[in-house]
C-alpha cells in the first residue's frame, strides 16, 4: 500500500510539473517589440495593388531597442525610426525614413500588425491603400 502511496504521489507530482512547466506558444510570451530586435528580416512578401516583392530581394531590415531602425538594401544603409503603438485594439508599427529611394519609401508606413508568429510578421498598411507587408527572421 505504501509502494501505491508512493507512486500515486510521485505521479500527481510529475503530472503537475508536466502542465505547470508547459510554456504557451513562445509567440504567446513574446512581445512584438522583443521579436523585432532580435534578428534581421528579410521582405518575404510586398503587395501594393500588385505583387512586389521582387523589388525586396535584398533588402534586410535591423530594428534595435532603441527605437532605430536600419534599411540595408545593397552596399546603402539607410537609418529610420520605429515605434510600436496600440490603435484600437492592435499593435501598429510606425516606420519612419529620410530617404528618397522608392524601396525605402514603400516601407515607411503606418504598419498595422495582423498575424504574428515566432519568425514571421504580417501587417497591413493603416491608410486604407491595401498594402500588405509580411517580414521573415533571417
Known amino acids: ?12 507530482i510529475s503530472i503537475t510539473f508536466l502542465f505547470s512547466s508547459c510554456k504557451e506558444d513562445q509567440i504567446g510570451l513574446t512581445s512584438t517589440e522583443q521579436l523585432l530586435i532580435a534578428s534581421p528580416w528579410k521582405v518575404e512578401y510586398f503587395f501594393q495593388t500588385h505583387d512586389l516583392t521582387s523589388q525586396f530581394g535584398n533588402v534586410r531590415l535591423l530594428f534595435s531597442n532603441t527605437g532605430t531602425v536600419a534599411v540595408q538594401k545593397e552596399n546603402e544603409t539607410v537609418y529610420g525610426s520605429w515605434l510600436k503603438t496600440l490603435e484600437n485594439n492592435s499593435e501598429v508599427i510606425h516606420l519612419q525614413f529620410n530617404s528618397s529611394d522608392v524601396i525605402i519609401e514603400m ?17 497591413e498598411e493603416t491608410d486604407p491603400a491595401l498594402t500588405s507587408l509580411r517580414i ?3
Not at 3 to 12: D, E, G, M, P, R
Open 1 to 12: 500500500m505504501k509502494n501505491a502511496k508512493v507512486s500515486f504521489t510521485v505521479l500527481i
Open 107 to 123: 516601407l515607411q508606413q503606418n504598419w498595422k500588425l495582423v498575424e504574428k508568429t515566432p519568425n514571421s510578421l504580417q501587417f
Open 136 to 138: 521573415r527572421m533571417q
